[in-house]
């Protein structure tokens, strides 16, 4: 049962231009979203989150925002570079005991920006 | 401010063999996270970890598998009698004890390989 859906496994974007990357969620118990950046043969890098109790989070060319009602949120990255191009991840947390904040995550969907 | 170590990088182990692998949290860090992402697949939670205790170890098989996290020294994550299906990539993750930030901070991850 996969409770983080990243329907797209990939998308292709001309450098300069926006690029937007969709995810949906089941569980309302998640309050925290994050979205990571990851490079063949490397860890997953954090890029940005949002709390439920916003539905917008800005930090330079990234935004992600967030509808709770539908249950999606979406990462937007303007204006779109060549180093952009990766896998990026959705992942979703609850507030578990014990301070639990174990990441629920998607399949991903790869990034590609064209110069 | 080192970030997560992780090692050994890449491991190679004949099936029936344990395989050990070690992370080191970011500098005041308590909180350790497990991951495992096979082939073609997202990543999935296996454990979490504070100082000496196990938090939550809902995503780790029932038989093989086992973590610690010491007063003193990395986590490890140990594989008893290691199979085919253990080949997989596994990330470690620490995250502060400060309630309300929530972000995880990723190793490099060791790629395991079952022979």
């Known amino acids: 049962d996969q409770q983080v859906k990243q329907n797209s496994p990939s998308l292709s974007v001309q450098e300069g231009r926006i690029s937007i990357l969709n995810c949906d969620y089941t569980n309302s118990m998640f309050d925290y979203f994050l979205w990571y950046k990851k490079y063949p043969a490397e860890g997953p890098t954090f890029l940005i989150s949002?709390?439920?109790i916003k539905d917008k989070n800005e930090d330079g060319r990234f935004t992600v925002f967030l509808n709770k009602s539908a249950k999606h949120l979406s990462l937007h990255i303007v204006p779109s570079q060549p180093g952009d191009s990766a896998v990026y991840f959705c992942?979703?947390?609850?507030?578990?005991?014990?301070?639990?904040?174990?990441?629920?995550w998607g399949l991903g969907t790869s990034l590609a920006v064209n110069p | 401010n080192a970030g997560v170590m992780q090692n050994p990088r890449h491991l190679v182990r004949r099936r029936g063999q344990e395989a050990r692998l070690r992370c080191s949290p970011m500098k005041g860090h308590s909180h350790v996270y497990w991951y495992r992402q096979l082939p073609e697949e997202g990543l999935k939670f296996m454990v979490y970890?504070?100082?000496?205790?196990?938090?939550?170890e809902s995503g780790m098989p029932k038989e093989r598998f086992s973590a610690e996290f010491p007063k003193e020294g990395p986590s490890i994550l140990r594989i008893q009698q290691v199979v085919r299906g253990d080949s997989a990539a596994y990330f470690c993750a620490s995250s502060p004890p400060v309630s309300g930030s929530y972000e995880q901070y990723f190793g490099p991850g060791t790629r395991l390989t079952v022979t």
């Open positions: 992942a979703a947390s609850a507030d578990n005991a014990g301070n639990n904040r174990k990441l629920i």
């Open positions: 949002i709390s439920s």
């Open positions: 970890l504070q100082k000496e205790n196990i938090i939550d």
